[in-house]
Nanobody, 125 residues
Framework: QVHLVESGGGLVQAGASLRLSCAAS????????MGWFRQVPGKEREFVAA????????YYADSVKGRFTISRDNAENTVYLQMNSLKLEDTAVYYC??????????????????WGQGTQVTVSS
């Protein structure tokens, strides 16, 4: 298991930017692929982005492609989600999660074994 703590959420206006961070501790961070998901009340958790264990590959949901960028710093045991041109529909609780590095980049929620507590992102008009 990997212990994950998200930060960086907040209230912003539409069109603004935010950068989320997820600090990891526990098992070797660099051995895990990492992902970001989001969830709004009453809906299932939605995939946002994922990055391979050494950062060579990234994968995005169509809804955020071109606006969000996932990155990681294995020396700092941290994964980031840079969110630009935020829209009202980006409002959600954002979670980071870890999946086994051996399976590569994935968007399948059941393959992620460790989750953070979430950070709220609210986009206002």
């Amino acid at each position: 298991q990997v212990h994950l703590v998200e930060s960086g959420g907040g209230l912003v206006q539409a069109g603004a930017s935010l950068r989320l961070s997820c600090a990891a501790s526990g098992r070797t961070f660099s051995g895990n692929s990492m992902g970001w998901f989001r969830q709004v009340p009453g809906k299932e958790r939605e995939f946002v982005a994922a990055i391979s264990s050494i950062g060579g590959r990234a994968y995005y949901a169509d809804s955020v492609k071109g606006r969000f960028t996932i990155s990681r710093d294995n020396a700092e045991n941290t994964v980031y989600l840079q969110m630009n041109s935020l829209k009202l529909e980006d409002t959600a609780v954002y979670y980071c999660a870890a999946s086994p590095g051996a399976i590569g980049v994935t968007n399948e929620v059941e393959l992620f074994h460790s989750w953070g507590q979430g950070t709220q992102v609210t986009v206002s008009s």
